[in-house]
């Protein structure tokens, strides 16, 4: 895949966009409407424009590049799954009985050597063109500014290799990184990633830490790039064996970090580490804005490029997005890789508008009391698998994972409070829900056993709900009762917050006939009738220690917590697109949506 633009207008019904569209908004924009369709395309755009700095950009924006799950496939050249079925095989290796099984081991051991990356001398395909020292400018790249409230431009799909103190390890990571100058980007490594680690031994010496930044080549790097390899496994490793093809590597010009030959752009600099430099806010994948924080800086020193490159870039914001492609591919491909931990363990699904680690389902085969308790725990404990927040494990005759109605009714009919795990442990850098940054409450649930007994008592049609409520409390505005046949039924209210959700909760103890799980949401931009919204809103709003009560019915509190709640951070907003700018690209006919599908997606705030 040497040229992406002609692959993928051959292989991925590329969409060329001649319209000259601002790199701040516009294209993000239209990016991000794109991917929320059911048939989403590939997006080139050949005429950014900065209107603010009067710049008209030499190099095309190509987004949405894993712009559904058929592209996604063609991009790895198989299925994921086959790719999973070839680690697998790879990972139950055993030593070879006899001559014929000897023979039948050459193949794949033969097949591994392509995964380890080749480099090679002399100059890539990427140092064409090189712009050193003072002529080395951010700005004739077009970076793209996201959403109103981001604090700047930030390259959303860069390649980030970086390298351990003593050389000998080498790392490619997926962060986004802010442009603050012509010269100098945010590295948003988070704390938990391999490039922060590398950045910690390069502080504790005191010297400047070298990073070679890559844009575009194949879509297949930056696919690694976000892979959740372990601390200290290169993912270029990953590349090959996806591949069958070493990755062929060149030496960036400034420094010792090599980078595969095929990329579009690089960025070559170092990393002070005594300069940090307040980063954010950035509307992140979650669907809200990632609060300001200090990161280290990367100061610029060369840029090279092919001679006709594409900037290759991504749109976050709310689900669903181009990272729920990748993510399909990256638990698919994973699922081998959990097994060792985990071999009872048959599938497992994170949905996207569960953020992902906000929310795993899992199928298993139990064999022992607490079982799934066990698997709770080793998935907390385990690189980046210990972010997921809530966790609910299910018995090996449940519906498949992604069939998502029968799977709630499935687990609904399962809900045993005593089969609850509220507990602790280390939360994902972005999480805004936990009291106190980096830790946080983790809820594990056991569905696998058989169904409970008692469904509600009695039940009430949601009209009988909200009077009978509204009664109690006044702040209470909407009811919508969800999965009434189940064992189960899930009770959407939705309020004007006023005081502590903790309060209204045990003020509607008294109708605990009526109710066996009730779940709040703010009303300001929520609809109850939206479930896939109200998962994602509850999955990250809620800190399971905090906003979890069992008696005498389960009630999760997921409204924006606040001084009610003594929640001292900040609370940040979500991510909405700037209505002058949906009007705009409306009106040049570039995008084409109805109300409906702004309110589907939360694209805008909701009129009070
Ligand atoms: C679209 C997208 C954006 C991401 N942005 C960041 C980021 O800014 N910072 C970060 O630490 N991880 C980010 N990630 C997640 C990392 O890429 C992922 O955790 C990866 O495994 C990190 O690699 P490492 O373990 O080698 O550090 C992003 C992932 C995606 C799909």
Redesign the pocket.
Known sequence: MTDVVAWLKENGNLKIIEEPLDVELEIPHVAYIEVKKEDSRPLLFVKPVNRKKGIEYDIPVLMNIFANKEITQKIFGKHPDQIALRIDELMKLKPPRGFRAKLAMIPKLFALRNVFPKRSRGKGECQEVVYSKENADLDILPILKTWEGDGGPFI??GQVYTQSIDGKTQ??????LQQYDKKTLGM???IH????HFFDQYQKEGKKMPVTVAIGGDPLYIWC?????P?GMF?LLLYGFVRGKNAKTVKSLTNDIYIPRDVDVVIEGFVDPVKMKIEGPFGD?TGYYTLREPFPVMEVDTITMKKNPVFQA?V?GKPPL??KY??WATERIFLPMLKPMAPDLIDYNMPENGVFHNLILAKMKTLYKGHAQQFMHAFWGVG?MSFVKHAVFVGEKAPDLEESEKLIEHILNRLDKSKILITQGVVD?LDHASPEQFVGGKLGIDATADEIGEGVEHPLSDGQLLERMQKIDETICEVKQYMVHTKTPVCFISVTKKESQKYVISKLHELKAHIKLLVIVDKANNALDNPYMLIWRVANNIDAQRDIVLEPFIAIDATNKDKHDRHEREWPGDTFCTKEVLDRLQEKKVIDIDDAFVKKFGLLPFEQ
């Open positions: 959303t799909m790392n490619l990571g997926m962060y986004r948003h490594w988070q990633k391999d490039a922060s790039g976000q892979a959740p390899m601390y993912e994948h991504t976050v181009e990272d990748m993510g980046q850098h």
